[in-house]
């Protein structure tokens, strides 16, 4: 059972425009969610987080939204760069536990 | 600051062998975790450990043991290698449970 749902394993946007990559999750407990990049080759660097009691969190270029009555949880970030191609994975926290359930991952391709 | 290191970042093994992957970090975190990823799976947790001297079970512990004997590092041990874990491994670590940074990874191929 995948608690955690990423269900567009890519996306292709133009250099400049907005990218969205979309999460859904199932599990009504967790409670803080988190979004990684990562690169060919190298480990997950962490991005970008919002705790469940928040709807939106604000870093530069990236946004994180929570819809929680959807139970969904989007990325956008704005404008897109070359440097921003990755796979991203999405990833959320039990209350009150140490675990994280992370998502398939969308591999994002900017194109220039 | 290195933050966290995995030693080797590739290795290849026969069927049946042994072998321990070393993770290190050097934030004072007291939780540490090993992933695998394989294509398709995402990341998928294999064992944990909340602090010096305690492991417990992931996802897919099956073929793996762990230890952490020092705070610092967390060892992910393979008994008695087989083809279906040929993976990448990850070890990842964090102070308050929530946010986790990871290591660069081990790249294993057991032939």
């Known amino acids: 059972d995948q608690q955690v749902k990423q269900n567009s394993p890519s996306l292709s946007v133009q250099e400049g425009r907005i990218s969205i990559l979309n999460c859904d999750y199932t599990n009504s407990m967790f409670d803080y969610f988190l979004w990684y990049k990562k690169y060919p080759a190298e480990g997950p660097t962490f991005l970008i987080s919002?705790?469940?009691?928040?709807d939106k969190n604000e870093d530069g270029r990236f946004t994180v939204f929570l819809n929680k009555s959807a139970k969904h949880l989007s990325l956008h970030i704005v404008p897109s760069q070359p440097g921003d191609s990755a796979v991203y994975f999405c990833a959320a926290r039990d209350f009150g536990n140490e675990k994280l359930t992370f998502g398939t991952g969308t591999r994002l391709t900017i194109i220039p | 600051n290195a933050g966290v290191t995995q030693t080797p970042k590739f290795r290849v093994l026969k069927t049946g062998q042994s072998m321990t992957l070393l993770c290190a970090q050097d934030m004072n975190h007291e939780y540490m975790y090993w992933y695998r990823q394989d294509p398709g799976m995402g990341l998928r947790l294999i064992h944990y450990?909340?602090?010096?001297?305690?492991?417990a079970k992931g996802e897919v512990p099956d073929g793996y043991n762990v230890s952490r004997l020092k705070k610092q590092n967390f060892l992910l041990g393979l008994e008695s290698a087989a083809p279906s874990q040929t993976s990448v491994y990850f070890c990842?670590?964090?102070?308050?449970?929530?946010?986790?940074?990871f290591g660069p990874g081990t790249r294993l191929l057991v032939l």
């Open positions: 919002i705790s469940s009691i928040k």
């Open positions: 450990s909340v602090g010096e001297g305690t492991t």
């Open positions: 990842a670590s964090t102070i308050e449970g929530r946010t986790q940074y």
